[in-house]
């Protein structure tokens, strides 16, 4: 590994790779769902992390949904700024602030290619929380061009590395 840049103090809790224990998803327009999901930050010695997370489906295996992307910090502060694509055609752009054991991210810029299927996703909120026992939750909430902000994922995970 690495020696982990001054810079990333306020967020190196993140680093390592985490599995998740429990992995919920619904929205309006949607069927709930589970699935199971790997994602992993890790530093190479830069003021970032890399970043990247795999989603299977809980029974089959077969690949879901898949993430690479990169969380950076503003050196001397708790800004990050976390660019992240997606498989299925969105790019999105989000910055908040980072403490001892969590993180809030709003989307400032979200844009998807030409012919991603409807309907757009217009705007990206999360919530990471390092708890007391280790593990680590993420709430996603999801608008988009058809329904307002609204929770779309909930995953809980432990680390594995």
Known sequence: MSKIHEALKPIQWLIGTWESVTAKGHYPTIKDFTYNEIIKFESVGQPLLNYEANSRHPVSGAPMHLERG??????????????????????????????EQGLNLVS????????????????????YRLNADGTLEIQTDMQTDSTPMTNHLNVVYKRCE
């Open 70 to 99: 990169f969380l950076r910090i503003k050196p001397g502060t708790n800004q990050v700024a976390f660019m992240v694509a997606h498989n299925f055609g969105l790019a999105v752009l989000e910055e908040g602030e980072a403490t």
């Open 108 to 127: 400032k810029a979200v844009d998807r290619m030409s012919f991603g299927k409807d309907p757009a996703v217009k705007a990206i909120e999360k919530r």
